[in-house]
C-alpha cells in the first residue's frame, strides 16, 4: 500500500542534520548552529582569497616586512579562527613561516592596548592631527560634489596634490591600520 512508502522530503537546510527537525536556532541566526548553511563555516582559506591576499600583501612578510619564497608562504587570520575571526579576505595576511610560527593563537599583544595610560602619556603630534582633519574634510567635500564615497585611488590623488600631506601621510604608517592606505 502507498502508506507503507511514504513519500522523503527533501533534504532542508534548515533542519538539524542529526535528528532531522527543524532547527529553531537557525532562523535566529546565532552562530555555529547544527543547520547545514553554517555548518559549511570553515577555518580554511580559499584558493581565491589566498591568490587575492598575496597579490595585495605582495609576497612579503606583513610582520617581518621580508620576501617570502613561495614554499615559506603561510596565511594567518589576524584575528583567530577559534576566538571568532572569519576566513575572509579581510581578516587573512601573509606572513613567513618564522613569523607565523612565533604568533601562534595570541593577537592580544599585537592588537590590544595593555594600559590606556601609555597613549595618554604620549599624545598624537599636532601634524597627525591636523592632516586627519584635512582627510575628513576632503571626505565630506568629495561625498558633497561626486554623490559617492571616495575609493582609495580618490584618497591617493588627494595627497599626491600636496607634497606635504604625502610627507605627513609617511608618519601615519606607525600607526598599523594606516599602512598603505594612504601612501
Known sequence: MVEDFPIKEEADDHRCRIFGHECPVFYVAEPFTEAKELRNVSRNISRPVQFRVMKRD????????QAVKDED????????FSKGGSSDENNVRLLCKTCNRKRGNNFEDEYLVRDSRDHLMNPSSIEIVEFLLEVI???????RDN??????LDYNEFTEEDTELTKQSLVLSDFGF????IL
Do not use: A, L
Open 178 to 181: 594606516w599602512q598603505g592606505w
Open 58 to 65: 605582495n609576497q612579503i612578510c606583513r610582520v617581518c616586512g
Open 73 to 80: 608562504i603561510e596565511f594567518d587570520h589576524v584575528i583567530p
Open 147 to 152: 554623490h559617492r564615497e571616495p575609493s582609495f
Open 137 to 143: 574634510d576632503f571626505h565630506h567635500e568629495f561625498v
